[in-house]
């Protein structure tokens, strides 16, 4: 079932190649746009790609998050409130790729996209400089000419595995699926939950499915034991837990706890290297 | 007849344009388990017996259809008739598909129920039936509607449901339906997301379209029966719009009978301080369905306003969106003070308290009537959806703020 990595994925396939040369899974941060402020929320992401991450991901932020847990909620409110748009997002997407050469990934529910067109929003992307899009709440079933079109523009459609996902319906996903495969390893929201009994199978499911690297998500924090996933994902993504600091010092001291936050998320993306260091090696 | 035959199941409109299911991964498998269900009890004759029993003997359907003579002559025409679904068992509509769900759920396995709640109907509606039925029951509610509601969220509590006060966003419906998908998210194996209105991803718009389409198939023999005539006009309240499609959907292939739903114009549409989606019309993707959104120039949605919590949504279902894009049904808006007016005079004329969501639809009635909008002496039916005893704070509220 392995399909040729998708067109708009060079970028994204290299920085899994160097990851792997380099014997580490894959740090794929995830940070909301415009949290707490457009400036801020830039240095923010430069950080992180200071400190080594692999790819990027920039959520949009919409009013009615429903995939998402209290702390992406909380930072999505004040995001918005800040006067976050999907127009500002690119625009410090742009800010973000004249500085670092990272690949990023828009993170995004559908409407702001629907409200931007389609078509336009994926020329704005390329343009500037974005390498992949998660559409979180459209099936790979639903509006062919929705994911043609990122195609089109030569950015690369991440789609997501869950629990939940049936196997007859794996190969679909797998083949619309762009640069890497993005594997919920928890039932319920981001950042909180349970995790699956079954992910591990899921995973090797999903290896027999794409030659895609994979990466986990949804509740990973830098104490979680990775040890069983070695083998079985080529990558991990880390978003509440890097927001759940950033949010109290927000809320607790406002613009002048910057510095403080930059500290705390470049030391957060530090212990993630290290427990991804040789993670493949073995 | 376009919106009849959809492009493929769950979709609406002439192009599909409208519908569909727009989920995060985690829920796509157990929203295409539940159409899958849901498609297999449809023709299945021991399910359909078991909820035409259910709502006979539990739920306390036929409703009347009734004669409003001095409402209707109040209101400039004379032959007015209520459909009371406020006369069923919790006082709403609600009931009808809180049991066609949950039965189905009991079917599926499953041990537990979830629902969001606005006006606290919808909430009733699945407290009752969890309580009957043996299932456990939470309910989310916007911390607003809790407030303006109070009585429902008592009602709620005694009948076993743990009912959760929802803070985010503007902290009414839609937050509410956030927090239930949320929920379901993480609990999919044992819970089934009880949803109340036709919104959502596929099979809900359909699923709970049909579970209410027995008050327009009774309104539509009962009025033949009296009037030996179908009506003029049949006029509906439109939150999400299921005592809406309910009531029309009997009606769909009779081109002579005029659909109007009635949404929420709240303190006016030149104030912003509405839930007016038809009147500002925006395609969008909002809750597991394409429809119209009341949203902002960046696809962010609109915090919307309404007296009445049962409309204070930003959403449409997608079968009205079709219904309105290919002309079927026309939709219009009341306000506030049109509202309780009508709830007032309702009271006065006909000696019932409606639920401010069908007062909507009663305050319609009163100002095309008042202009003769259905020519010479026309039949006029309205879903009477629910009672207003919840509302009597709100009313009083109202009428305290207005000196009457």
Redesign the interface.
């Known amino acids: 079932m392995a399909g040729p990595p998708g067109p708009g994925s060079p970028t994204l396939a290299r920085a899994f190649e160097a990851a792997h040369e380099a014997g580490r899974g894959a740090f794929v941060p995830y940070l909301t746009a415009g949290f707490p402020s457009t400036d801020e929320s830039e240095r923010l992401a430069v950080a992180l790609c200071e400190e080594g991450a692999d790819v990027l991901e920039l959520g949009v932020p919409f009013s009615d998050p429903l995939a998402d847990g209290a702390v992406i909620q909380s930072t999505t409110r004040i995001a918005l409130e800040a006067g976050a748009t999907l127009e500002g997002v690119l625009m410090l997407a742009s800010g973000i790729r004249a500085r670092v050469a990272t690949p990023i990934v828009l993170m995004t529910y559908l409407n702001p996209i629907v409200r931007f067109g389609v078509e336009r929003a994926c020329e704005r992307a390329a343009a500037a400089g974005v390498d992949g899009v998660i559409l979180v709440d459209l099936p790979p079933e639903e509006e062919p000419d929705t994911w043609a079109a990122f195609d089109a523009a030569g950015i690369a459609t991440i789609t997501l595995v869950a629990p939940t996902t049936t196997a007859d319906r794996l190969p679909a996903i797998a083949a619309r699926a762009r640069g890497f495969l993005y594997v919920v390893a928890r039932l319920g929201v981001t950042g909180q939950g349970n995790e699956d009994t079954e992910i591990l199978s899921t995973l090797e499911r999903c290896g027999r499915a794409t030659g895609l690297p994979r990466c986990i998500g949804f509740g990973i924090t830098p104490g979680t034991d990775l040890s069983p996933y070695r083998g079985l994902a080529e990558g991990v993504v880390a978003g509440s837990c890097l927001l759940e600091p950033l949010l109290r010092s927000h809320l607790d001291a406002g613009p002048s706890g910057a510095p403080a936050r930059e500290r705390a998320l470049r030391d957060l993306a530090g212990r993630f290297r290290a427990r991804l260091a040789g993670w493949r090696s073995a | 007849m376009t919106n009849r035959a959809p492009a493929r199941p769950g979709r609406f409109g002439s192009a599909g344009e409208f519908g569909?299911?727009?989920?995060?991964?985690?829920?796509?498998?157990?929203v295409r388990e539940l159409a899958e269900a849901y498609r297999a009890v449809r023709d299945d004759d021991a399910f359909r017996e078991e909820l035409a029993g259910e709502l006979r003997e539990f739920a306390g359907r036929p409703t009347p259809l009734q004669a409003a003579p001095r409402f209707a002559e109040a209101s400039g025409i004379r032959r007015l008739y209520l459909k009371r679904e406020d006369l069923l068992h919790t006082g709403a509509h609600k009931i009808n598909n809180a049991i066609g769900q949950a039965l189905l759920a009991r079917r599926m396995g499953k041990t537990r129920l979830v629902a969001e709640t606005g006006a606290g109907q919808h909430g009733v509606a699945t407290a009752t039936v969890a309580a009957r039925y043996g299932l456990a029951c939470v309910v989310y509610m916007g911390a607003v509607d809790m407030d303006r509601q109070r009585p429902n969220v008592e009602r709620m509590r005694l009948l076993g449901a743990d009912v959760v006060g929802v803070e985010?966003?503007s902290r009414t419906l839609?937050?509410a339906?956030?927090e239930a998908?949320?929920d379901w998210?993480?609990?999919?194996?044992t819970t089934h997301y009880l949803l109340g209105s036709v919104l959502g991803p596929h099979p809900y718009p359909t699923m709970v379209r049909d579970f209410h389409a027995v008050i327009g198939a009774e309104t539509r023999a009962q009025v033949l029966e009296r009037e030996g005539r179908l009506p003029d006009a049949v006029i509906a309240c439109v939150g999400g719009g299921s005592n809406a499609i309910g009531i029309f959907h009997a009606f769909l292939a009779d081109e002579g009978v005029a659909l109007h739903g009635v949404e929420a114009a709240g303190e006016g549409l030149s104030t912003g301080r509405h839930a007016a989606r038809f009147a500002d019309p925006?395609?969008?993707?909002?809750?597991?369905t394409r429809t119209l959104?009341l949203?902002d120039?960046?696809?962010?949605?609109r915090e919307t306003h309404s007296i009445s919590a049962g409309l204070d949504y930003p959403a449409v279902g997608p079968e009205h969106a079709a219904l309105e894009a290919s002309g079927r049904a026309r939709y219009a808006a009341a306000t506030d003070d049109e509202a309780v007016e009508a709830f007032q005079l309702l009271a006065r004329a006909e000696g019932i308290l409606p639920a401010l969501e069908s007062a909507h639809a009663l305050a319609f009635v009163r100002r095309e009537g008042a202009r003769g909008a259905w020519g010479g002496d026309p039949l006029v039916v309205v879903n009477l959806s629910g009672r207003g005893d919840k509302d009597l704070a709100v009313v009083e509220c109202w009428r305290a703020s207005r000196g009457r």
């Open positions: 569909g299911i727009y989920v995060p991964e985690t829920l796509y498998g157990p985010s966003g839609k937050d339906i956030n998908m949320r998210s993480a609990s999919v194996r925006a395609p969008g993707v909002l809750h597991g959104v949203q120039a960046g696809g962010q949605v």
